[in-house]
């Protein structure tokens, strides 16, 4: 079993996870580390949401930074504002006692003219979502000439997202670049087109099995009901959850506006996030989940991109996902940083035909809740 001074992590980074709580490297961190410092390399990180992959990726970066030099070295893209916050914020927490290399954030629904005075100072690091980059670069507000590390982080759901034009002419425009970083839980059609087209040939491959994709502390349950028994099945399943927390999930933005009314309406703390509120809305709403002054948030498949909320008991599928990939990153936002939790499917019978696909392609087991009480 090695520990991360094994892997190659210097004891100020090492003294900073110990703070975090993070003593043991994850599967990703294990097999991914050791090949990022080894020297420059193309890879291809297959690692779900929740595995710890910021690390995996973020501590290499961070030890092959300048701190010495002011220009950005570094860029990480990611599909949401949620996620590159959280991630500027975990690498300045891994740097608590080592030489500070500064991350800047930058992402749409902000003031782009506050973000360009922030990058006026030194800055080793940008995380950033596609779009605002492209912004930011076109009014000549960042200079990604010294960048020599990128990393694409949860890449099929930025191209779910659209960014896939974005992620081209980003990757064609960085002239120094040594090293390209893809992690992604899922490698459909598209990220193997940006593979191919953008890194080497003899790219690095870390493949967690598929039997690890899904976290093995989730446990997939499901609960049959006609969809007229729907609300009131899931009404039992929250009462049996006590006041545990978690995210519930549909298909559109119109169901989750009308479940979270319904929700308000049995004096469940809800609210619900889907593509058409203002960042300002969707910023109020996280604010109150994160505060924990909501119990349950009901969200759209795109809006709940980027959540990372810790202590989440459980995920309900109110209505299906699209596709087994969104099954991985619905139940992905519980049993996150090694504790347990349920992904809980609400079923007609017509219905589980899905869940048994969903069992062979993502190597999963359902278990059938007969009855909520």
Request: charged fraction near 25%.
């Amino acid at each position: 079993m090695k520990n991360f001074e094994e892997l190659g992590i210097s004891p100020g980074f090492i003294k900073g996870l110990t703070e975090l709580n993070i003593v043991e490297p994850t599967d990703i961190q294990k097999k991914v580390i050791p090949v990022l410092l080894a020297g420059a390399t193309d890879i291809v990180a297959q690692a779900q949401t929740g595995t710890g992959k910021t690390a995996a990726y973020g501590l290499p970066l961070l030890k092959q930074m300048d701190s010495n030099m002011s220009s950005v070295q570094g860029l990480i893209l990611c599909p949401t504002r949620e996620l590159a916050q959280q991630v500027a914020k975990a690498l300045f927490k891994f740097t608590k006692y080592s030489a500070k290399i500064f991350t800047e954030a930058v992402y749409g629904g902000e003031h782009i003219e506050r973000q360009i005075a922030s990058l006026r100072r030194p800055t080793q690091i940008i995380v950033a979502t596609p779009g605002r980059l492209i912004d930011l670069v076109k009014r000549k507000a960042v200079n990604l000439s010294a960048v020599k590390i990128v990393v694409l982080d949860e890449a099929d759901e930025m191209l779910s997202m659209g960014f896939k034009k974005e992620l081209d002419e980003i990757l064609c425009f960085l002239p120094a670049i040594e090293n390209k970083w893809l992690f992604s839980a899922t490698i459909p059609h598209g990220i193997q087109e940006i593979i191919s087209k953008h890194l080497a040939e003899d790219a690095e491959r870390i493949e967690v099995s598929r039997y690890n994709v899904i976290n093995k502390n989730i446990s997939h349950q499901y609960v049959m009901c006609n969809d007229s028994e729907k609300l009131h099945t899931l009404q039992l399943f929250l009462k049996s959850e006590h006041e545990n927390r978690g995210v519930i999930f549909c298909k559109t933005k119109v169901a989750t506006q009308n479940l979270a009314k319904q929700l308000i309406a049995k004096n469940i703390a809800t609210d619900a996030i889907h593509g058409d509120l203002l960042q300002k809305e969707r910023d109020k709403v996280m604010r109150a989940f994160k505060n924990e002054t909501l119990r349950v948030l009901v969200a759209t498949d795109v809006a709940a991109r980027g959540i990372d909320i810790s202590g989440l008991t459980f995920v309900a599928h109110y209505q299906l996902p699209e596709s087994d990939e969104y099954y991985t990153h619905r139940s992905g936002r519980t049993a996150r940083a090694g504790k347990e939790g349920i992904s809980m499917c609400f079923v007609n019978t017509s219905e589980v035909k899905i869940l048994r696909n969903y069992e062979r392609t993502l190597g999963i087991k359902f278990r059938q809740v007969k009855e909520v009480r």
